[in-house]
């Protein structure tokens, strides 16, 4: 038996049984001790996995590749801008998203650079767009229809209806309506009222009401 909290040893992610005592998985960046009652921090920087000892990485964290790995004491090195994984320092196998592997790997190119009002993309036979930042409608791999709605920000079904409205409003028949009608401290809500409000304040009878002095959330 297994479980997640945060107990008495410093970089634990699992322990073992409850008495959090006996560390079953550390947390990324660690190595866990022989007596499994302590979780040591991996020496070289940027490393996410070091299990055989804490000055020999095995694994670089997203965005880093290792550099002189053979000679047994290697460092991970950044990728270049945007750059998710990296096979070397200037050879990124896959990007972070938004962005899409250009060529033969040598750059990381918006989804809107390869297709315009694109937020995120694939890449195959060109690029091809799954997903339009708000605003715009998929259609045919491309971002060419506008949502035709004010404040709408997902209108795939139609350019003419709304699925999803812009934070702080929401869906009303045809139109997208703003929460401040509920409260002006609203952040999100729904037809019947406020669902989440600004920080120092809570929903209350779906509408915002101030929390105590000084208290961010109550």
Known sequence: LA????????GCAVY?????????????????????????????????RCPSSTSTCQECVDGYTFHNQESGSGTCVQCFTNCAECDTTNHCSSCVMGFYVDGEGAACKACSEGVTNCSLCTVAQGVSCTSCVSGWRLADAACNVNCKIENCDNCQTS?????????????????CTSCSQFSDKCSACNSSGCTECQTGYSVSDNTCAACPTNCDQC
């Open 3 to 10: 479980h997640l909290c945060n107990g008495a040893i410093d």
């Open 16 to 48: 073992v049984d409850n008495s959090e005592s006996t560390c079953s998985t550390c947390k990324d960046g660690h190595k866990i001790g022989s007596n499994s009652q302590v979780c040591s921090d991996c020496t070289v920087p940027n490393c996410k």
């Open 159 to 175: 350019d003419q209806s709304c699925d999803s409205c812009k934070t702080g409003f929401y869906a009303n028949g045809t139109i």
